[in-house]
C-alpha cells in the first residue's frame, strides 16, 4: 500500500476540478479495507493538528449527525471499525455518541487508532471489546477538564491548600487568593466531573472490553484508576503508547500483527492528513461507502 509521499502523488496525478481527487484518492482505501476486514468502517477525523485553532473540530453533540449518516443503510451484523483520529471533546457527547453507536452495532465495536485518540477519544476506544494501535500509535488520560483546567487538580489542590491552613492558620493570607479562586459550585463541578468520568469509562470497560471475565469490575477500576492518575500522568495531553496501555490492562491489539491491515490502515490515515493539509475541512466523519460529513473552516474576511 502507498506511504505518505506515494498517497501525495496518486492525488498530483488526478487532474481533476479542485479537491475531488481528495475525495477520490480516500474513498478507494477506505473501500480496499473494507474489502480486506469484511466489516463496516466509519473514519471520525478531527484537523486539530493542522488547525488547532478550531474549537469546533472536538468531539461534540453535532458529530452525532455525522454518525447518523456513515450508519444509515450500513449492515449492523457486520459490526463496526471506528477509526479514531481527535484531541477529545465533550463528555456528555461522547457519552451520548457511544450509547448510540452500541445501540446500532451492539458490543460488535473495535476502535483502530492510527496516530491519536486523546481524552474523550480514549473515553470512546475504552468503550470498545478491543483497541488497535501501531507503534506510534497513542491514548491519553482521562482526568476531566473544565475551564481548560484539570478537575482532579482543582480538587488536589484545595485539599492541600485546606491540610495547611488547618496546620498553619497564619498561612492564611498566603493562601487567599487560591481559595477564592474556588467556589463552592466550581468544586462541585469538578467533583461531579471525575465521578462522571470515572464511572462513565469503569461501565465501559466492565460491559464490553472485559464482559467475560470474571474480574472485569476489578479490571476495569484498576485501568480508569492509571488512566486518571493525575500525579502519575503529569499532564492532560501525555502520550499514553501501545506498550503502556498493555501494561495499564487495555485489550490491544498491535497494528503490525497483520502487514496488509497496516498498510491499507496507514494509508488511509495518511488519505486524511492529506485533506487537512489540503483542503478547508476540519472534521470529516465517513463510512466506506463515501457517505460523509465534513466540516469546513470559513475563511475570515480581511
Known amino acids: 500500500m502507498p506511504n505518505w509521499n506515494e498517497v501525495l502523488k496518486e492525488l498530483q496525478d488526478y487532474r481533476i476540478k479542485a479537491n475531488s481527487s481528495l475525495d477520490i484518492v480516500r474513498r478507494k482505501y477506505l473501500s480496499k479495507l473494507h ?11 478531527s484537523g486539530f493538528l493542522s488547525k488547532p485553532n478550531i ?6 453533540d453535532e458529530d452525532k449527525n455525522g454518525f447518523m449518516s456513515a450508519i444509515h443503510r450500513l449492515d449492523k451484523t457486520k459490526g463496526l471499525d471506528l477509526i479514531l483520529h481527535t484531541q477529545g471533546g465533550n463528555l456528555a457527547a461522547t457519552e451520548s455518541i457511544v450509547d448510540y453507536l452500541r445501540r446500532m452495532f451492539g458490543k460488535n465495536i473495535r476502535a483502530i487508532v492510527p496516530q491519536i ?21 497513542n491514548l491519553g488520560p482521562i482526568d476531566p477538564q473544565l475551564r481548560d483546567i484539570p478537575a482532579i487538580g482543582v480538587i488536589k489542590e484545595f485539599q492541600k491548600v485546606c491540610r495547611e491552613i488547618k496546620t498553619h492558620p497564619e498561612r492564611i493570607p498566603i493562601w487567599q487568593t487560591i ?38 469490575k476489578k479490571l476495569a477500576k484498576e485501568v480508569v484508576k492509571k488512566l486518571t492518575d493525575y500525579s502519575g500522568n503529569k499532564a492532560h495531553d501525555r502520550h499514553i503508547h501501545i506498550d503502556e496501555c498493555k501494561d495499564i490492562g487495555l485489550k490491544i491489539t498491535s497494528l503490525e500483527d497483520d502487514k496488509k491491515f497496516q498498510d491499507l490502515v496507514l ?12 483542503a478547508p475541512a ?14 469546513h473552516s470559513v475563511p475570515k474576511k480581511k
Not at 288 to 293: E, K, S
Open 35 to 45: 474489502q480486506h476486514t469484511k466489516r463496516n468502517i466509519i473514519a471520525y477525523y
Open 55 to 60: 474549537i469546533q473540530s472536538s468531539i461534540n
Open 117 to 137: 485518540a486523546m481524552s474523550a477519544g480514549t473515553m470512546i476506544a475504552c468503550s470498545c471489546r478491543e483497541i488497535v494501535m501501531a507503534k506510534h500509535s
Open 179 to 216: 481559595i477564592n479562586k474556588y467556589h463552592p459550585t466550581f468544586l462541585s463541578q469538578c467533583n461531579n466531573a471525575i465521578k462522571w468520568s470515572k464511572e462513565f469509562v469503569e461501565q465501559q470497560l466492565e460491559t464490553v472490553m472485559f464482559g467475560t471475565r470474571k474480574d472485569a
Open 267 to 278: 494509508t488511509v490515515h495518511h488519505c486524511y492528513m492529506h485533506v487537512f493539509q489540503n
Open 282 to 295: 476540519y472534521k470529516v466523519i465517513e463510512n466506506h461507502l463515501g457517505v460523509a460529513l465534513f466540516k
